[in-house]
């Protein structure tokens, strides 16, 4: 089994958390730059659908891409009662639902800000500066809906921490220190959840 990933890579990062959280050390890992465009040659895409980090290969020979599919992967073949995808039909249904919010309202939105404010793959794709701005302005529009959610649950899915956390967690990082937007000072909630979530363990890369 081998692990490609780019450590610096915020994809890389979130599932870092969740192999922590699942206890998982010494998983051979590959190193893909994708700064210097180490996964767009021919032999990466032939391995990965999409061409990007973390990609799993597992023994057999098969490749799964995408953070929480892998994810996924690891929390069923570890054994573990942590239930970060929901121990309940109605826990499992609530970690799907928040989980994708927290990916299509807030991570997308944060990915795109980042990507077309910074350039920084100008030299591969099409960097609009108005889409950037446009995104970070859709990012902002989700905050006061994270910290009202975060006003009446402990977690960010159910009462109990989940793969949304994480999720969350990441797309926080994000927005405070690559996209500089004030989280903390705005939204009381997110910033109490936030420093319990980061005293975890886990956290700690």
């Not at 960097?127 to 006003?151: M, S």
Request: net charge negative; glycine share 4%.
């Amino acid at each position: 089994m081998k692990l490609y990933d780019f450590s610096a890579t915020v994809s890389s990062k979130r599932l870092k958390f969740v192999l922590n959280e699942l206890g998982i050390k010494d998983l051979e890992t590959v190193e893909v730059n994708v700064r210097e465009g180490a996964n767009v040659d021919a032999e990466y895409q032939a391995k990965s659908i999409n061409g990007k980090v973390p990609l799993l290969e597992l023994d057999d020979g098969t490749f799964i891409s995408e953070t929480v599919a892998i994810s996924r992967y690891f929390d069923e073949t570890t054994d573990n009662d942590l239930a970060l995808f929901g121990a309940t039909p109605v826990e499992r249904a609530k970690v799907e639902m928040w989980n994708r919010i927290v990916e299509i309202d807030g991570i997308q939105n944060a990915f795109q800000a980042f990507r077309n404010l910074t350039g920084l793959y100008k030299d591969r794709e099409n960097c609009v500066e108005a889409w950037g701005e446009e995104a970070k302005h859709r990012l902002g529009l989700f905050l006061p809906k994270l910290d009202a959610q975060l006003a009446q649950s402990a977690y960010v899915a159910t009462e109990k921490y989940t793969i949304a956390d994480i999720s969350a967690y990441t797309l926080i990082l994000v927005a405070v220190n690559a996209l500089k937007i004030d989280v903390f000072e705005h939204y009381p909630n997110i910033k109490r959840w936030f420093d319990s979530i980061a005293s975890r363990p886990a956290m700690a890369l």
